[in-house]
């Protein structure tokens, strides 16, 4: 395959198809609550919607690296050796923040049984891997093995951050008319959506790049998810909480190291 075949505007392209694959699936996923098919159904056509950028990329590959295979370049992107400070880094950060939001709830609430979503172990472990498969995995090969990395060669890691985070956020358009909100209800959703998302990314970017292993955006992703789906409380709540912690924490990583995030 010659140079000329290869796409000049691979990111574009890569977020385009993304969407178009994405839309039709989510389509399925409601079609199979509409029909009341069993609970399961529903689960796994979610995760198999979430996978739409993995898909995506999986088309595009030969296109944006004609001379490299797939699978050797995925396996590439988790070679180096974990960090084990920067696992326990992130654990802490994320534990701390849904302890914050865990204490906010309790504050507000005076029936501590309806804190939780989930009330047995063996759901609570269904719930994980679910999420682990419906977001974590799915998205990760995509958006930040490939359109995060590719977007720091050109640009800082915080501009490639809210670029990714801006587009990785519109991403779930479909699911935020599925909220139930009208309105300004709806349109404060997604204000506050957009910011908790791009603070995810800058963090998701900052841990990435000290380590350089897809692990580590995998884990913050799969903790996120986890932690904010467990939680029972108001919906518009629970984000508002997030993105002001997770924006915090975002700032603070700025701050404490300006050169490795604010410059290519």
């Avoid at 198809?17 to 996923?29: E, G, R, Y």
Wanted: aromatic letters at 16%; glycine letters at 4%; one cysteine or more.
């Amino acid at each position: 395959m010659t140079s000329k075949q290869k796409l000049k505007r691979p990111i574009a392209s890569f977020i385009l198809l993304t969407n178009i694959i994405f839309w039709p699936l989510f389509l399925l996923v409601g079609i199979t609550s509409i029909l009341g098919l069993p609970a399961v159904v529903f689960d796994i056509m979610l995760c198999i919607s979430s996978w739409s950028s993995t898909f995506a990329f999986i088309i595009l590959f030969k296109r944006i690296y004609p001379e490299e295979n797939f699978m050797p370049f995925v396996k590439d992107k988790f070679k180096n050796k974990i960090r084990l400070s920067v696992i326990l880094t992130v654990i802490m950060i994320q534990a701390l923040v849904f302890l914050i939001t865990l204490f906010i709830i309790l504050s507000k609430n005076n029936e501590a049984g309806s804190i939780f979503t989930i009330s047995t172990l063996g759901m609570l472990i269904y719930f994980f891997i679910k999420n682990l498969f419906a977001g974590s995995l799915g998205e990760e090969i995509g958006w930040r093995s490939f359109a995060l990395i590719e977007l720091q060669k050109e640009h800082s890691p915080l501009k490639a951050s809210i670029i990714i985070g801006f587009w990785w956020g519109m991403w779930h358009l479909p699911i935020w008319f599925t909220t139930g909100f009208v309105g300004l209800d709806l349109i404060q959703y997604i204000v506050l959506f957009m910011i908790l998302i791009i603070s995810v990314q800058i963090i998701m970017t900052a841990f990435y790049n000290l380590n350089e292993n897809l692990i580590i955006p995998i884990m913050i992703h799969q903790f996120f998810n986890f932690f904010i789906g467990i939680l029972n409380g108001n919906v518009v709540d629970l984000i508002l909480y997030n993105a002001i912690l997770y924006s915090i924490v975002a700032v603070v990583l700025i701050v404490l190291n300006p050169k490795k995030v604010l410059y290519r």
